[in-house]
């Protein structure tokens, strides 16, 4: 199996990176002009704070038995996707504020890929060496 650092990109991924910078600028409705950035950022931090929020809720869930002796399935799954559409509003913010500095979602994900590589590159020399 293939690490997943060392897949080639698909085109069609970028054609979705490139079709949610769009959406995000076209819903962006709220115009603050050069506050925008400040606006963006307090709204990733919140957004941020939800994603929290709803991990502590479904570890809480994965936890509690609630008298029955098992989990409880329904909550653990409304958790989940309660948790991946508070990641969609993180992904919004973050793609505003990407798109407010004209910067290209392929490209910091290329830069951020080569920052794993490196990371991992790196880690692996630190354990050969000891």
Request: glycine share 6%.
């Amino acid at each position: 199996m293939t690490s997943l650092l060392a897949q080639q990109e698909d085109s069609n991924d970028s054609q979705l990176l490139q079709t949610f910078q769009q959406v995000v600028k076209d819903t962006h409705i709220h115009k603050f002009n050069e506050y925008d950035m400040l606006y963006f950022s307090n709204g990733l931090g919140g957004e941020c704070g939800e994603v929290q929020n709803e991990v502590k809720k479904l570890y809480r869930a994965l936890v509690s038995d609630n008298g029955s002796g098992s989990p409880d399935i329904q909550e653990i799954d409304r958790r989940k996707e309660n948790i991946k559409s508070e990641l969609g509003d993180v992904m919004w913010y973050l793609t505003a504020i990407a798109n407010k500095l004209e910067y290209n979602l392929e490209d910091i994900l290329h830069q951020c890929i080569s920052k794993c590589k490196k990371h991992v590159s790196e880690s692996s020399n630190k354990v050969l060496t000891k």
